[in-house]
DNA sequence: ATCATAGTCGTCTGCCTGACGATAAACACT
DNA sequence: AGTGTTTATCGTCAGGCAGACGACTATGAT
């Protein structure tokens, strides 16, 4: 058959970012309220349509920095500072998913360290970090005891996958150092693990493991106290992306 | 800003399969010959367009049944027989990945048993199985002396793409089974490994493995001898999907 | 009968993890 | 200055699992 450019439906094609980061002993994730229909007034994650010329990771990188502020890490470059791991999560092209039109969005992932206050085309309030937990109860109530209105579209869904993307992510590469700053000690890291996988890890085995695993960390020979207690080495990403054998994650 | 139906470019959706299976101990892909423009008379993956009221996991099911006459296996009635697994892959839209138009292709991965000669659309000369280390090469010569032509469009990457999804995800489930007809063997599993990962392994350490991890096999009774040498026990696949600890696939 | 092939059961050793004791170095009190 | 608290770091020990590999079994082929 010839080709036809009437032959296939036309579709809308989004980016929307599932931004996660570690904020007082919880994972969080941003969200953005919605000004306009539908779901109005509803939190909704960052997103965007792709433009003409740009490819996907283009789209989502540019979306990043708009809504954060943040540069994504370019995989050929990872020395830069400041910048957050962003990857493909999946997509989602529900044919009733966006009442509107056809809308097919693919999702991504982001890990950025602890940031100041999100903004949101410069209006703060109309967006923020919100504990992962919060954002996918359905129909509860909030920490305020206000009643929680459930995240717009079939983001719920994308958030829930991002959230598990980052759990099983963790287990097998060094990624938990993305939510961490240049800089970190190694109790800082389980933190991150702690608040991620919601469970308590044992300090001695978690830290015979990740200074035991060659290329995971490198000192930095500093110290810092900013946790309290005995002073900590601080340490910096190393180049090993895999970890092998895995951190393991305790059972249920 | 108000909902502008001009605000946002048109695409074209795809879906894309990667159909893998084993054949003759070697890790095999459906190839279809493409017929038209652009590169008409090179291999590439089976695909087509998204259609308007279907979502893409059917769009992909659909296309499957289509080339190969499968039918996808529903996560949620895994009980009947000749179903492949189907899962999204991955999602391709570089502006210029198609020549035509901007297309944005979403890939799906498909793992199915050995099976009878494909058909394209009736057509078998223009489909068929080929080992994926032929199909990635590049330039080079195939088994039979003749030229080999990199596959169209960005399908090598998305075939390369599928190939490591594949491999690292035999690692820590049951996925493996896929490959295999509904009843099997240890030493029939084992090859599977064997041709996806492209080594050798133990077969005693691979049968205590397999056989110790709870749900993954059920025997089913029977035995065979279609292997040649002692009659082996036939099993079927578990209840279980992920193997805990996973199967350790063998250093470089 | 002998051989080749494939399957199955054991053994041993080394590595890694989980559990947990012990020590070290800071700060906040009194 | 001493005492308690907090966090970091080092060590020890037992159990589980994987890799290496020996031994035995049950078929078909020669």
């Known amino acids: ?149 459930p995240l717009a579209f079939d983001h719920a869904q994308i958030l829930a996958d991002g959230v598990e993307r980052a759990r099983s992510k963790i287990e097998y590469s060094s990624l938990a150092t993305a939510f961490c700053p240049s800089e970190f000690t190694v109790g800082e890291l389980r933190r991150v693990y702690e608040a991620v996988w919601g469970v308590v890890l044992d300090p001695r085995n978690f830290h015979r493991k990740v200074t035991g695993t060659p290329g995971f960390l490198v000192p930095t020979g500093g110290t810092t106290t900013r946790q309290g207690g005995r002073p900590a080495q601080l340490f910096r990403a190393g180049g090993a992306t895999l970890l092998n054998p895995p951190m393991l994650r305790p059972e249920v």
């Open 1 to 149: 058959m010839p080709y036809d450019p009437s032959a296939f439906p036309p579709f809308a094609v989004t980016v929307d970012l599932v931004v996660l980061t570690v904020r007082r002993h919880a994972l969080c994730s941003l969200a953005i309220r919605r000004g306009e229909a539908p779901f109005q007034g509803r939190w909704a994650l960052p997103g965007g349509f792709v433009r003409a010329d740009e490819d996907l990771s283009q789209a989502a990188a540019r979306e990043l920095v708009e809504e954060t502020g943040l540069c994504a890490h370019d995989p050929a470059a990872p020395a830069q500072d400041n910048g957050a791991h962003l990857e493909q999560l999946a997509t989602y092209g529900d044919p009733k998913r966006d009442p509107r039109m056809r809308v097919v969005s693919v999702a991504h992932l982001a890990l950025a360290p602890d940031l100041p206050a999100p903004r949101a085309g410069g209006d703060a309030s109309n967006a923020r970090w919100a504990p992962v937990e919060e954002l996918l109860q359905q129909g509860g109530y909030g920490r305020d005891g206000e009643p929680v209105a």
